[in-house]
């Protein structure tokens, strides 16, 4: 079945460091994929998504790109904030009926020192 | 445009209790789904509705049912509460069952 997997948090770092949260992906044909994050006592926002194989999706500095040849999604950012301390998860989905629901990974807490 | 929103924001029960989560989709949307979100983990698929029938379920017991109604709001009902229950419940909505999905603040589900 279909499922993701991404890196155990959590992570911290320093103000204006360099993020990458790694995601990978299995799935049968061509899903979509997103990220979301979900900010304290807060519910979840797309940050971004991706459609198509070699797709980059960007949002607020994250910048994301769908590789079919490795099954990954990679969020990166180049330096990151204090506000943008919050969890971050990876998330696909497939296509045909009940495939229109979202099959999440386990979310990675980033934290963010000034 | 008004977001969706989901009530009541917190609630606590007692094992073996009833419970009724209730959501409002975003304005134009017909297409609701719910997510249970247990601490620390990603949220788990429960079911799907798109246009007043159940369009898709995961891997939940029956005791997890729902409805939507005409407005499309939906509401979540669980049935024999246990105490692995406990977790936040997230409601989304969206144009059709394949759109981009729009997430409410979750209903926070303590089982005592």
């Known amino acids: 079945g279909n499922s993701v997997t991404q890196m155990e948090g959590p992570v911290t770092l320093s103000e204006e460091a360099f993020l990458t949260i790694n995601c990978t992906y299995t799935a049968t044909g061509y899903p979509s994929l997103f990220w979301y994050v979900q900010y304290p006592g807060e519910g979840l926002q797309l940050l971004l998504k991706?459609?198509?194989?070699?797709d980059k999706g960007s949002n607020k500095g994250f910048e994301a790109t769908y590789r079919k040849e490795t099954t990954s999604f990679h969020l990166e950012k180049g330096s990151v904030q204090v506000s943008d301390s919050a969890v971050y998860f990876c998330a696909l989905k497939g296509y045909g009926g009940s495939q229109g629901n979202l099959i999440f990974g386990k979310g990675t807490k980033l934290s963010v020192k000034p | 445009e008004t977001g969706v929103t989901q009530s009541p924001t917190h609630l606590i029960k007692t094992r073996g209790q009833q419970v009724t989560l209730r959501c409002s989709s975003q304005s134009g949307h017909n297409t609701v789904s719910w997510y249970q979100q247990a601490l620390g983990q990603g949220p788990q698929f429960i079911f799907q509705y798109y246009r007043e029938e159940e369009n898709g379920r995961g891997n939940f017991p029956p005791r997890f049912s729902g409805l939507q109604f005409p407005n499309y709001s939906s509401e979540l009902n669980v049935n024999a509460l246990e105490l692995d229950d406990s977790a936040l419940y997230l409601c989304a909505s969206s144009g059709g069952w394949g759109d981009e999905q729009y997430f409410g603040p979750g209903t926070r589900l303590t089982v005592t």
């Open positions: 991706a459609t198509k194989a070699d």
